[in-house]
């Protein structure tokens, strides 16, 4: 084969090596190898190619019949990789060599044309550029499902009044629909998040070298706007060291994992049989192997573990950051697998939360029936004394004499009757007892934010707005 003969049969490719009298000892091979976790990026790196292939062309450093070769060989490489007929060998230290060789045993001599002007720590910063860019799609649309499952429920449930909590104590009654609506509050922002990354993610490196840009007449902006960039880099020794993207990638990817461990904790809790509010589908539990009778929230519980992982993904990747001085250092191979973990992690959690929040069974009963339990509508009393011209600091205190009465003969506010209230207050008249009903505590906070139903069909109907817009964003329209 040509390319063999151009290296000598049977030597591994290096994308280095002339000045070197030793190959390379076995112990920093191994260090230095990088391929059994880069060759993901296989794709990306193609991509780049084939636009570097372009504005080599337009610079004159590759004919029309050179261009054309090595386009047709890229997109052979390409079906090859994505076939996976052509794989990374034990030798290959990178993504970038192993498609280098790929191209020089297609190309010969040609195949080594295509690394003029471009060098890997711009071309690695690309690849990852890309790769993440459209995980971060990905991403998205699966965090959407997610959303529309809990925004299925809170319809389902848009008339279920449920404990509302504070200190995980009854505080004030809700609806079930508003605390599942906060959770899609907080992935909605994640989504949006994942949107405002992608815009400061979209500057392309490539072009810029090694670290100083290149003395071959390249034109950058052109390489930019067919990778599907806004812009080509503006500091050649920036582009090349700053993971920013990364990093903040894995902070988005943090976030959104802890907030879908809140929500895994809630549904562990809510599961319990101490608090039954809620059965999990048996496709989302699991069992025990000694004990028959469990049912085990495992996607909730698992859910939550993932967040100290994606948790730990961002602060080993900043620690790796931290000291390095510009521009490029090796350290920054350290970057890929905190990322792809991250994606990978976030690929599997989010379709079994989505399956599992779908094929919940809230117990609405329950729920409606302990909606007050813990004397939650003593705040609506004292507010309601307020409305009377009552000082707050002495309506409080009332309904707090109230409570205790209540505590000592063990029942709820509205079970007292109307001389008990005035043993307790001349304050508390019989018409009192009026505001100390489940729904017309959660109508009456009809404000902006507020749990009462016709606020919550508005919210609902402005998440499920920008989950469409979310959704389409993802799917790149
Ligand atoms: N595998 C390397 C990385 O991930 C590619 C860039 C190597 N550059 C270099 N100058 N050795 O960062």
Known sequence: ?????????????????????????????????????????????????????????????????????????????????????????????????????????????????????????????????????????????????????????????????????????????????HQLLAHVQAFARDASRFRDWDARAAVSPLGMGALAGSSLPLDPEAVAAELGFASAADNSVDAVSDRDFAAEFCFAAALLGVHLSRLGEEIVLWSTHEFGWVEVDDAYATGSSIMPQKKNPDVAELARGKAGRLIGNLTGLLATLKGLPLAYDRDLQEDKEPVFDAVDTLLTVLPAMAGMVGTLRFHADRLSATAAAGHALATDLAELLVRRGVPFREAHEVVGHLVVWCQVHDCELADVSEDDLAKVSTLLTPDVREVLTVPGAIAARAGRGGTAPARVAEQLGRLRQDVHKQAAWAAGE
Not at 32 to 56: E, G, I, K, T
Not at 88 to 97: G, L, Y
Request: with cysteine; glycine share 8%.
């Open 1 to 177: 084969m040509a390319a063999d003969e151009d290296r000598g049969a049977g030597q591994p490719v290096r994308l280095w090596g002339s000045r070197f009298e030793s190959g390379p000892a076995d112990a920093l091979a191994r260090l230095s190898v990088s391929v059994q976790f880069d060759w993901r990026l296989a794709p990306y790196d193609l991509l780049a190619s084939r636009a570097h292939a372009r504005v080599l062309h337009m610079a004159g450093l590759l004919t029309d019949i050179e261009l054309t070769r090595m386009l047709a060989a890229i997109e052979d490489l390409d079906r090859a990789c994505r076939a996976g007929a052509f794989r990374p060998t034990a030798a290959d230290e990178d993504v970038h060599t192993a498609l280098e060789r790929g191209l020089l045993e297609s190309l010969g001599q040609l195949g080594g044309k295509l690394r003029a002007g471009r060098s890997r720590n711009d071309q690695i910063a690309t690849d990852l550029r890309l790769y993440l860019r459209d995980h971060v799609r990905i991403i998205t649309a699966r965090l959407t499902e997610l959303e529309l499952a809990l925004i299925g429920q809170a319809e389902r449930h848009s008339h279920t009044a449920a404990p509302g909590m504070t200190h995980m104590q009854h505080a004030q009654p809700i609806l079930l629909a």
